[in-house]
Structures are given as C-alpha cells and as structure tokens.
C-alpha cells in the first residue's frame, strides 16, 4: 500500500475534510499573492480535543518539474485555533497549488488549484 493512496478527495461543499484553497487563477510572474488554506468552508468540522484538524500543507507542483515544492505547513491546537491560515508566495511558473489537511479522526485529504501566470 502506498501513502497516496490513503489520501481522500470530494468536493468541499459536501464533504466537511476537504481543504480549500482560495487564490487567484493567474498572477504576475514574480509578483507575491495570497494564499488561504482552510477546513470547513461551507461545513463546519468539529474542533474539539476529540476530534480537530491538526495540520495543513500548502505545496505547489510546477509543469516544468516532477517534484512538489513545500510552501507551508500550519498546525492548529484543538479548541482554540480555527483550521485556516494564510500565506504569502510569488511564482514565475504556471503550476498547482496542492493542499494535504490531516483530521486525527478521518485522515488525510486534498485538493488543488491551478496558477496561471498572467
Ligand atoms: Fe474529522
């Protein structure tokens, strides 16, 4: 068995675990951009000490290159911090932003979003 593929997907709107990743759909080459990464968009997970988000990773995935690149990781405590955060990154290449949140109860889940460049 390999790791990917206890990876899980769906779209967000109907399945709780999925991240989102809100950013544009093209940017300047070289230009900073914002990136925000969440849990429970449009259904709210739990965050209790039972049940929480405890991490997402942030990557990109460049055309040119078969090898993702990390851009983040933020972890959150249970009760008190809300399983969303915001980075700021440039790119001079078109690429895939790829989300990995991990859930302690349901595992591990992502989802990308194409960068253009303008
Ligand atoms: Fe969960």
Partial sequence: MKLG???KSADFKNEKHVP???APDK???GEK???EVSVG???AHPNTVEHYIKWIELYIKYDDNPNIVELGRFDF???TTEPKAKAT???????????LSYCNL???WESQKEIEIE
């Avoid at 990154?89 to 989300?99: C, P, Q, R, S, Y």
């Fill in 27 to 29: 940017v300047k080459a």
């Fill in 89 to 99: 990154i440039k790119t001079d290449k078109k690429g895939t932003l790829i989300a």
């Fill in 41 to 43: 968009k449009e259904i």
């Fill in 5 to 7: 593929e206890l990876v």
């Fill in 33 to 35: 951009f914002e990136v």
């Fill in 77 to 79: 405590s249970p009760v």
């Fill in 106 to 108: 349901h595992g591990l």
């Fill in 20 to 22: 989102v990743i809100v």
